[in-house]
């Protein structure tokens, strides 16, 4: 992606051709991006038996899916509709990992019938697949105490998270194993969403291999996702490199002393996917009162939900207009609520009615999460 005066391109593709030519509001994808920044995971994590399984609940897109396949990547899903695009999308089962909560016994029997391998989340979910699924290889899902993320709503450890079995509760859980013959081959944590502090994550790092040593059958240790990109102009960047080379550092001495060479399961959602999307959308008003001016497009937070959910930042920029007054101004959507805000006070080169914006880093948890409230359809979408 490239962004040179307020021009976007996707690939070869200008933003203002695309959105003449398929209309808007639409998300546009390149898997340039999507290559570039699984190629980076692979650089940095050196890990030799390194296996990432992309988060596909960041972006369901089954030609973004199909992608993945072609570049080797592996899957995890957490519902029947995420393991049936998946398997469509030509994954096998023994590569999509399956890991949820509130799980129904009709869904637990569709995953284990399509042979999904699974990271059970809770003591009843062992008893309800040790009951549907005695004699089998499970993973397990720890809650070691450890959350960070950009909102609470992301954090996903820690005692105000439903997430997991609780370290207090680990041999509970290993007795509930061997009650129906389940061999605990595979520990799993996951601590939040978008964490850009790698000191956080390698100390949810060290504590799962510190649980580790405690369960003798593992194969693989699933530390999750969670690896944050920059939404913010001046946000820095996650240390990829000092991060991969301390995770490898101390996979490689814990593997030692466990006797056996492990495998290291990623599942990283937003940092493949997000800098690979944006969301163009047309001006379709421009309004003033006494001291706001607000830019309304045809799109709202029933396609683009994180602003308004989380508070999130994404860049906006006007793609019409290379040069011209710049303003500020608030971006708002066509949906019939106040808190229908994409960005507040940004400097934007001012709009005219029909201009074409981009939302930027729109690829992860966009369109995944998108409704058809007030009656509105869905955006479309292409990748590039
Ligand atoms: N693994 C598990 C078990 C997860 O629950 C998640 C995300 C991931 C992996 C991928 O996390 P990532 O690498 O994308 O951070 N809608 C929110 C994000 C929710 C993430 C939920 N779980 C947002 O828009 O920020």
Redesign the pocket.
């Known amino acids: 992606m490239k962004i040179k005066n307020n021009k976007l391109f996707l690939g070869k593709f200008s933003t203002q051709s695309l959105a003449k030519k398929h209309g808007t509001p639409i998300y546009v994808y390149e898997t340039e991006t999507i290559r570039s920044q699984y190629l980076k995971l692979l650089k940095n994590i050196a890990y030799p038996k390194l296996q990432i399984h992309y ?1 596909c ?2 972006n369901t897109n089954i030609l973004i899916l199909k992608f993945f396949k072609k570049l080797g990547s592996k899957i ?1 899903t ?1 519902s029947k509709g995420e393991v049936t695009l998946a398997l469509k999308a030509g994954f096998k089962p023994k590569d999509i990992i399956y ?1 949820s909560t509130s799980v129904s016994k009709d869904e637990m029997a569709f995953v284990i019938k399509n042979k999904i391998k699974v990271s059970l989340d809770s003591l009843s979910q062992i008893e309800l697949y040790g009951k549907l699924n005695p004699n089998n290889d499970i993973g397990i899902r720890v809650n070691q105490g450890i959350g960070a993320g ?2 609470d ?2 954090i ?1 450890g820690g005692i105000m998270s439903k997430f997991g079995i609780p370290l207090e509760h680990l041999n509970n859980a290993k007795k509930l194993a061997e009650k129906y013959k389940l061999k605990i081959t595979s520990l799993h944590q ?1 601590i939040g ?2 964490v850009l502090d790698k000191n956080i994550l390698l100390k949810a790092f060290d504590k799962l291999l510190e649980t580790a040593i405690n369960f003798p059958d593992l194969e693989s240790l699933d530390f ?4 944050g990109v920059s939404y913010l102009p001046k946000e820095k960047d996650l240390d990829l490199k000092t991060l991969g080379t301390e995770m490898t550092r101390r996979m490689n001495n814990f593997c030692e002393k466990y006797g056996k060479k492990l495998d290291l399961v990623l ?5 493949l996917v997000a800098e690979s999307g944006v969301l163009l959308s047309t001006v379709t008003e421009i309004k003033n009162n006494p001291k706001r001016t607000f830019v309304g497009v045809n799109t709202g937070f029933n396609h683009l939900i ?1 602003p308004t959910m ?1 508070g ?1 930042y994404h860049e906006i920029i006007n793609t019409s207009r290379a040069k011209g007054l710049v303003i500020k101004a608030d971006i708002v959507g066509n949906i019939c609520e106040s808190g229908d805000v994409f960005g507040r006070d940004r400097k934007i080169t001012s709009p005219k009615v029909g201009d074409i914006l981009a939302i930027l880093n729109a690829g ?2 966009g369109y995944v ?1 998108a409704s058809h409230y007030n009656s509105r359809s869905l955006p479309r979408e292409i990748l590039v």
């Open positions: 988060a609940k960041a995890e957490v890991t950009h909102h709503h992301v996903t996951h969403s978008n999750g996702g969670g690896f599942e990283p959602g937003r940092f994180r989380y999130s992860a948890y999460m």
